[in-house]
T-cell receptor, first 112, second 112 residues
Framework: EPEVTQTPSHQVTQMGQEVILRCVPISNHLYFYWYRQILGQKVEFLVSFYNNEISEKSEIFDDQFSVERPDGSNFTLKIRSTKLEDSAMYFC??????????FGPGTRLTVL | QQQVKQSPQSLIVQKGGISIINCAYENTAFDYFPWYQQFPGKGPALLIAIRPDVSEKKEGRFTISFNKSAKQFSLHIMDSQPGDSATYFCAASTGGGNKLTFGTGTQLKVEL
């Protein structure tokens, strides 16, 4: 069964450093998303991406964040200058139609 | 208005019992209501979903009940098993590839 994959599973970085989180969505999917989950809290929407452009972003997704689909398979989330409060699990999701979203296993980001 | 309220925060059920988790929403534009199951260290996995044109949907031991007038929906897990022990999130979306708005989650523990 096809699944969303994410790398790395765990990323540790120093405050102020740039990180890139990578995702490979399910191959024929058209809609791509990033969510985050701070430990013990609910899953929060960051950004959605369709037809090579951002379709919606939350107030969390400020100028420090960017997304890219550099080729036909990868979908990346870049945080330019990480802050302590960026520490969270980051989930990539994808969907074929417009409803059912399939989530990856997540990348745990720890900012020291 | 975008919030989805979920209760209870935690739930302990005996093996074979019925687990019931409730969610309420305000935004009448929501038209897709999925439930996700999350095990520790894993991404949310779609369990079952409903649209507001039906009042109930059943898949195996899992049933969603939907009350459009009350703007409430609930997940019922029949014959609960220890393997069902996980965190359950309700969510809502306006469809069309739009973001999921998640509830705060319910930690379910099924005891022998």
């Amino acid at each position: 069964e096809p699944e969303v994959t994410q790398t790395p599973s765990h990323q540790v970085t120093q405050m102020g450093q740039e990180v890139i989180l990578r995702c490979v969505p399910i191959s024929n999917h058209l809609y791509f998303y990033w969510y985050r989950q701070i430990l013990g809290q609910k899953v929060e929407f960051l950004v959605s991406f369709y037809n090579n452009e951002i379709s919606e972003k939350s107030e969390i997704f400020d100028d420090q964040f960017s997304v890219e689909r550099p080729d036909g398979s990868n979908f990346t989330l870049k945080i330019r200058s990480t802050k302590l409060e960026d520490s969270a699990m980051y989930f990539c999701a994808s969907s074929l139609n417009t409803d059912t979203q399939y989530f990856g296993p997540g990348t745990r980001l720890t900012v020291l | 208005q975008q919030q989805v309220k979920q209760s209870p925060q935690s739930l302990i059920v005996q093996k074979g019992g019925i687990s019931i988790i409730n969610c309420a929403y305000e935004n009448t534009a929501f038209d897709y209501f999925p439930w996700y199951q999350q095990f520790p260290g894993k991404g949310p996995a779609l369990l079952i979903a409903i649209r507001p044109d039906v009042s109930e949907k059943k898949e195996g031991r899992f049933t969603i009940s939907f009350n459009k007038s009350a703007k409430q929906f609930s997940l019922h897990i029949m014959d609960s098993q220890p393997g069902d022990s996980a965190t359950y999130f309700c969510a809502a979306s306006t469809g069309g590839g739009n973001k999921l708005t998640f509830g705060t989650g319910t930690q379910l523990k099924v005891e022998l």
